[in-house]
């Protein structure tokens, strides 16, 4: 099992905005074969405006699969299109970092 975290680090005054993008994302992601994630944003972090996406995936394999290859319909891939667009806007920077899940 391993975990898939992307950090994005938003621009001031746009976290909710993008909180909102990744809850859309999780109510549609189901039924292209998503896993759900965890959104969270920043208590106290390395920086202000952060926001934090977690899913689990059973191997990096199915991880790679999942991000070349979406399930559902052409429609539900079109709105999963719309829901992201704009999402550089919101964001500064980002980056992903994956963990291997030892117990």
Same mark, same amino acid.
């Given at each position: 099992?391993?975990?898939?975290?992307?950090?994005?680090?938003?621009?001031?005054?746009?976290?909710?905005?993008? @909180?909102?993008?990744?809850?859309?994302?999780?109510?549609?992601?189901?039924?292209?074969?998503?896993?759900?994630?965890?959104?969270?944003?920043?208590?106290?972090?390395?920086?202000?405006?952060? @926001?934090?996406?977690?899913?689990? @995936?059973?191997?990096?394999?199915?991880?790679?699969?999942?991000?070349?290859?979406?399930?559902?319909?052409?429609?539900?891939?079109?709105?999963?299109?719309?829901?992201?667009?704009?999402?550089?806007?919101? @964001?500064?920077?980002?980056?992903?970092?994956?963990?291997?899940?030892?117990?």
């Amino acid at each position: 099992m391993y975990i898939v975290r992307d950090i994005m680090y938003c621009k001031p005054g746009k976290v909710r905005a993008l @909180v909102e993008k990744f809850k859309a994302m999780n109510t549609l992601g189901k039924p292209l074969g998503m896993p759900t994630m965890r959104i969270m944003t920043d208590f106290c972090a390395e920086r202000y405006w952060t @926001v934090v996406s977690e899913m689990d @995936v059973p191997s990096l394999g199915e991880f790679e699969t999942m991000m070349a290859a979406p399930q559902g319909t052409t429609e539900e891939q079109k709105a999963f299109g719309e829901i992201m667009q704009g999402y550089h806007e919101l @964001v500064d920077h980002g980056r992903r970092e994956i963990y291997k899940l030892e117990s």
